[in-house]
């Protein structure tokens, strides 16, 4: 945990990356920070420990790596307030039990990440919250849904697997009247394309599993609060317990240091192959919000710096029966492109997407849903992996 003072930064996003969160010269001029192994700190006499009056105390409540990581977060993000927690599912679920509580109604997006649907469904509805799940389009329509005791309204936006976007600020207008809370997963974008505070979110959640750590080794996430909300979010997580190890968080800050250019790549590459699927006959439709051609296009544009390397494509496939099976042969004639959950790291990714969870949000009906991570290999290396599947899902 860290409270550090957010002065506006003027330099570009790419040199923040490279600065953010450490002074080598608070450490002997090492470039990186140490890596502070801890629980127990000591006090130096009876008094110190009585009035807690030094900077560390216990290893919970922070120590200087993981402060180190959250000054850097608090940076990108331009909060008050950055708690560092074992998951990105934590960064979410923490972020609900800080706001919410029994007799409370909470409004949380249709494409939201699965797993953060079955916390809702299960845990806060035992705690007696009761969740609602609206349109990733509904904007400014949100408020017909605003009842006297909505407490908190999520966003995620692209949303997961089917990437649609939200219109951020004006749902967040419309949730500050009625005095909810606002949070946001942000994890497509990273602070580096979309910065949730700066249009109106008071929490601002990432998973740092992906982009930020970037090998797929390491699970983190981390959540930023405004001024206003700072407080409250500090006290769950120490109530909770629920904090980051030094050595995971060193490796996201490490990983922080080169997000920019590896954005860079996973944009450009995702994109070419996003227009390279758009116009092929055995696609029936890309979801990716920086093609033109899709719904949320504007919003994207308005708002958003860029678009990450995460996106899904629509199998043409004429009988329903057959989805799956075509889904399948598709997936196992990759090789370049693993079977795996989670993206963000260097290798590419590929699933077929379950949306059956969904309650207001229709699957496509035009063939099975593919998501691709497109990773830092070659992109002729991934087509040509890509004619593969196609090959076998018509072979069948
Ligand atoms: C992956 C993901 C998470 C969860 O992150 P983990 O660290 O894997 O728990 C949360 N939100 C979104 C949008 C994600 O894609």
Request: proline share 6%; charged share 20%; hydrophobic share 40%.
């Given at each position: 945990?860290?409270?550090?003072?957010?002065?506006?930064?003027?330099?570009?996003?790419?040199?923040?990356?490279?600065?953010?969160?450490?002074?080598?010269?608070?450490?002997?001029?090492?470039?990186?920070?140490?890596?502070?192994?801890?629980?127990?700190?000591?006090?130096?006499?009876?008094?110190?420990?009585?009035?807690?009056?030094?900077?560390?105390?216990?290893?919970?409540?922070?120590?200087?790596?993981?402060?180190?990581?959250?000054?850097?977060?608090?940076?990108?993000?331009?909060?008050?307030?950055?708690?560092?927690?074992?998951?990105?599912?934590?960064?979410?679920?923490?972020?609900?039990?800080?706001?919410?509580?029994?007799?409370?109604?909470?409004?949380?997006?249709?494409?939201?990440?699965?797993?953060?649907?079955?916390?809702?469904?299960?845990?806060?509805?035992r705690f007696g919250v009761e969740v609602e799940y609206y349109h990733p389009s509904i904007g400014a329509g949100i408020e017909s849904l605003l009842k006297p005791n909505t407490r908190l309204v999520h966003l995620e936006a692209p949303g997961s697997n089917t990437f649609e976007m939200q219109d951020v600020p004006a749902i967040a207008a419309a949730a500050h009247r009625q005095g909810a809370v606002?949070t946001m997963d942000n994890t497509w974008a990273t602070p580096l394309f979309f910065r949730p505070l700066d249009f109106g979110v008071d929490i601002s959640i990432q998973g740092s599993t992906k982009y930020p750590a970037g090998h797929a080794d390491i699970l983190l996430g981390t959540v930023s609060a405004n001024a206003a909300h700072w407080k409250r979010l500090r006290q769950a997580n120490g109530?909770?317990?629920?904090?980051?190890?030094?050595?995971?968080?060193?490796?996201?800050?490490?990983?922080?240091?080169?997000?920019?250019?590896?954005?860079?790549?996973?944009?450009?590459?995702?994109?070419?192959?996003?227009?390279?699927?758009?116009?092929?006959?055995?696609?029936?439709?890309?979801?990716?919000?920086?093609?033109?051609?899709?719904?949320?296009?504007?919003?994207?544009?308005?708002?958003?710096?860029?678009?990450?390397?995460?996106?899904?494509?629509?199998?043409?496939?004429?009988?329903?029966?057959?989805?799956?099976?075509?889904?399948?042969?598709?997936?196992?004639?990759?090789?370049?492109?693993?079977?795996?959950?989670?993206?963000?790291?260097?290798?590419?990714?590929?699933?077929?997407?379950?949306?059956?969870?969904?309650?207001?949000?229709?699957?496509?009906?035009?063939?099975?849903?593919?998501?691709?991570?497109?990773?830092?290999?070659?992109?002729?290396?991934?087509?040509?992996?890509?004619?593969?599947?196609?090959?076998?899902?018509?072979?069948?």
């Amino acid at each position: 945990m860290s409270d550090n003072d957010h002065t506006p930064k003027t330099i570009g996003p790419n040199t923040q990356l490279v600065r953010a969160g450490y002074d080598p010269f608070d450490y002997h001029g090492f470039i990186n920070p140490p890596v502070v192994r801890a629980s127990t700190v000591l006090f130096p006499d009876a008094k110190a420990m009585e009035t807690h009056s030094q900077k560390y105390t216990y290893a919970t409540r922070g120590t200087p790596t993981t402060d180190a990581l959250c000054q850097a977060v608090n940076e990108l993000e331009g909060a008050a307030g950055t708690i560092i927690v074992p998951s990105g599912l934590a960064a979410v679920t923490l972020a609900f039990l800080a706001y919410l509580g029994p007799g409370d109604h909470a409004l949380v997006v249709d494409s939201v990440y699965g797993n953060v649907r079955h916390f809702c469904d299960t845990m806060l509805k035992r705690f007696g919250v009761e969740v609602e799940y609206y349109h990733p389009s509904i904007g400014a329509g949100i408020e017909s849904l605003l009842k006297p005791n909505t407490r908190l309204v999520h966003l995620e936006a692209p949303g997961s697997n089917t990437f649609e976007m939200q219109d951020v600020p004006a749902i967040a207008a419309a949730a500050h009247r009625q005095g909810a809370v606002v949070t946001m997963d942000n994890t497509w974008a990273t602070p580096l394309f979309f910065r949730p505070l700066d249009f109106g979110v008071d929490i601002s959640i990432q998973g740092s599993t992906k982009y930020p750590a970037g090998h797929a080794d390491i699970l983190l996430g981390t959540v930023s609060a405004n001024a206003a909300h700072w407080k409250r979010l500090r006290q769950a997580n120490g109530a909770l317990g629920i904090c980051g190890a030094a050595d995971d968080a060193y490796q996201v800050l490490r990983g922080l240091r080169t997000m920019g250019v590896r954005l860079e790549r996973h944009q450009a590459s995702a994109l070419e192959i996003a227009q390279w699927l758009e116009d092929r006959g055995d696609v029936a439709r890309v979801l990716h919000p920086a093609l033109p051609s899709f719904p949320g296009h504007d919003l994207w544009k308005r708002d958003f710096k860029g678009a990450s390397g995460v996106f899904s494509f629509v199998l043409a496939v004429a009988r329903k029966e057959d989805f799956g099976r075509k889904a399948q042969a598709f997936l196992d004639a990759l090789s370049l492109f693993g079977l795996g959950y989670s993206w963000g790291g260097f290798p590419s990714l590929a699933l077929h997407v379950n949306l059956d969870e969904r309650q207001i949000l229709q699957a496509p009906t035009e063939g099975p849903v593919l998501r691709l991570h497109i990773g830092l290999e070659d992109v002729a290396d991934l087509k040509a992996d890509l004619e593969k599947g196609f090959a076998a899902a018509q072979a069948i």
